[in-house]
Every structure is written in structure tokens, then in C-alpha cells.
């Protein structure tokens, strides 16, 4: 059964925290929050806070050195830490749970979008993403901060040409958006993700083209207009999350333009 979305605003709950539909979280950056790496960043969306550090290996992996592939690599890993949510998460130290495994995985995708392997060299850059905080969108913060930490563990190189500026190819970001009471909204935190009848994550880039696309109908369907609303509210908000992405690099003396 598909449900179709609510047209009529003024009968349908406000949002808990006031914001419009499409209206993004508050975002704030705190850059070299963890000094020893050679990127990282603190950042918060809402009440979610994820530190995302880069650190930067010389050797790519042993699966690229027995497939003589040339460049570099980028990985990820990601973790809640154990009071990130109301009640204590268990470190995981017997291998990491299915949804670990797969939110890293997507981070790393969406993050290699950004850079041209082949131009940055034979080094491993390693994105460690750290669920301080948790109250929705956990996934796509991790990828936009994610970036952050990616670009300024890189800016020296880019500085000194040892990395060419051509190896950068698209500032990357993403949001969650989904329907909610009848209702497509954007950045849904906690609250509303648990009660979200279709929930999707959007990755996207400077150039407004698709990274990847997770969409889940929970117990309903959706109609492509369905669809093409929450891309447009997740579209709106990315734009938005990479201009700050760009003043944030920007402060820091890395321009990429």
C-alpha cells in the first residue's frame, strides 16, 4: 500500500524540533580536533557529533600491490561509541556487526568518489569515523565531515604539488530525507527516523550528480514523486552542506576551486 503524501501542512504535527521540512540541522565543523592526525574534524548536525580524523600511510594494500595497481587507496572504518545513544552500545571487539561494516563501507565509496586514485600516489588514507553523539544521520555525517578530514590531510601535498589539484575531483556530502507523518522531510533526526514510513540516504557532489542512493520503504511503498521530492529536498541540502564544506577548507588555506 503506498501512502501518499500529506498536501495539507497545517494539519499535520510540527516537526520536534521546529525546523521547516527541507530545513537542514544546525551544522557546525570544529576543525584539528584530534591534532595528531593529519585531518580531522568534529562535526555536528543537530544533537549528532561525529569525529572523522584522516590519517595518511605511505604503501597501499596488498590486494593493490598483487594486482600491480598504480595510485593510492582510500578506506574507512566507523564506530559508536559506547554511550553515543541512550543506553551503552558494546564496543565491538570480536569483529565489527554487519551495520559497521556496511556504514564503513559506504563512507569509503563515497569519499574515493571524491579523489582521482590513480593521481595521489602509492599511500592509504584511512577515515576513522567516531560516533560521539548519536541522534540521526550518523552515516552521512560521517561521509560529510568525512570529506573535511579527507581534504585536509591532503592539503599540504595539494600545496606543494606533490599531489597535482587535478587528482580532486568533486567535493562530496551527504543527507538523509524521508517521509514522515504523510510528509517528505529532510535531515531527520532520531525521532523522526524511527517513525519515518520511507527513509533514504543521498550522496551526492559538487556537480549535483548521484555518489549512491540507500532507500528503504518501511512496510510502505513510494511513488517515483515520492521520490523525486525527497531528492530535490536532499539536493537543496547538500548544496548547502558543500558551500560550507568550501569555506570551512577555505579558512583553512585549502582552495579547491
Not at 510540527?14 to 568534529?42: C, I, M, W, Y
Request: hydrophobic fraction near 40%; glycine fraction near 10%; aromatic fraction near 4%.
Amino acid at each position: 500500500m503506498h501512502i501518499p503524501l500529506v498536501k495539507d501542512k497545517e494539519n499535520v504535527m510540527k516537526r520536534s524540533d521546529g525546523r521547516a521540512d527541507e530545513q537542514l540541522r544546525e551544522v557546525q565543523f570544529d576543525v584539528g580536533f584530534a591534532p595528531n592526525a593529519e585531518g580531522s574534524v568534529l562535526i555536528s548536525m543537530g544533537n549528532t557529533r561525529v569525529l572523522c580524523t584522516a590519517s595518511v600511510e605511505e604503501g597501499t594494500p596488498r590486494w593493490m600491490q598483487s594486482e600491480e595497481k598504480d595510485g593510492g587507496w582510500i578506506t574507512a572504518e566507523y564506530a559508536m561509541l559506547p554511550r553515543s545513544t541512550g543506553s551503552r552500545v558494546r564496543r565491538e571487539r570480536n569483529g565489527i556487526s554487519g551495520r559497521s561494516q556496511e556504514i564503513q563501507r559506504l563512507i569509503g565509496r563515497s569519499l574515493r568518489a571524491a579523489v582521482n586514485l590513480e593521481l595521489i600516489g602509492p599511500r592509504t588514507i584511512t577515515i576513522d569515523c567516531d560516533v560521539i553523539q548519536a541522534d540521526g544521520g550518523t552515516r552521512t555525517a560521517s561521509i560529510t565531515g568525512g570529506y573535511i578530514a579527507l581534504m585536509l590531510a591532503l592539503g599540504p601535498e595539494l600545496k606543494s604539488a606533490a599531489i597535482p589539484r587535478s587528482a580532486i575531483r568533486q567535493p562530496v556530502a551527504a543527507i538523509s530525507a524521508g517521509v514522515v507523518q504523510g510528509r517528505p522531510v529532510l535531515d531527520l533526526c532520531y525521532e523522526e527516523d524511527v517513525a519515518a514510513e520511507v527513509d533514504a540516504n543521498f550522496v551526492c557532489n559538487g556537480a549535483g550528480e548521484i555518489v549512491e542512493v540507500q532507500g528503504t520503504a518501511e512496510g510502505e511503498t513510494m511513488t517515483k514523486a515520492d521520490f523525486d521530492k525527497l531528492f530535490a529536498y536532499a539536493a537543496t541540502g547538500i548544496e548547502q552542506l558543500i558551500e560550507m564544506q568550501h569555506s570551512v577548507l577555505k579558512r583553512e588555506g585549502i582552495s579547491l576551486s
